[in-house]
């Protein structure tokens, strides 16, 4: 299913006190430190995500492969495009970066997904509907731009 078809669910986002450059890098380094937990593979294989450990290209491409997501687009220092399937729904996360000035960008998660069937609107209604997937956005991106922040400092 291509990333387009899929129903927008929400947009998250955080204005860094960096440079694009470094929020990309942050954002890379955090998805793939995230996703290489094994509660990340585990909770793939459970839901019965169709790509359930980490493959592929390092730093984090397009064909790079984290448990419960393929990269399908990346486009350094812009956009960063994650797409995946499992049983009770397909889904994607787009990250965008905008230059907001020097030393400062915006860091945009968009999602969308679609939870087929009954089965697939329990899941919604546990995930979306209770909040826990908008915490965990906005937590993720207040985490890649402390990272990203840290990083300009420890240059500086």
């Known amino acids: 299913m291509q990333i387009a078809s899929l129903p927008y669910l929400d947009e998250h986002a955080t204005v860094v006190e960096a440079g694009a450059d470094d929020v990309w890098r942050s954002l890379l380094e955090t998805l793939d430190g995230s996703f290489s ?4 593979a585990g909770y793939a294989r459970l839901v019965r995500c ?7 290209p390092r730093p984090i491409a397009e064909g790079s492969v984290l448990p419960g997501f393929r990269v399908v687009a990346a486009v350094p220092g812009q956009e960063l495009a994650l ?7 397909s889904y994607a996360l787009i990250f965008r970066l905008d230059e907001m000035g020097p030393g400062r960008t915006r860091l945009r998660a968009e999602s969308r997904a679609v939870f087929p069937g009954p089965a697939g609107g329990v899941y919604r209604l546990l995930v979306i509907g209770t909040g826990g997937h908008g915490v965990g956005v906005r937590r993720m991106l207040s985490g890649i731009g402390r990272r990203a922040e840290e990083r300009k400092w420890a240059r500086s």
């Open 83 to 89: 797409q995946g399937r499992h049983r009770f729904s």
């Open 37 to 40: 937990r094994p509660g990340a």
């Open 50 to 56: 169709d790509d359930r450990s980490a493959s592929g």
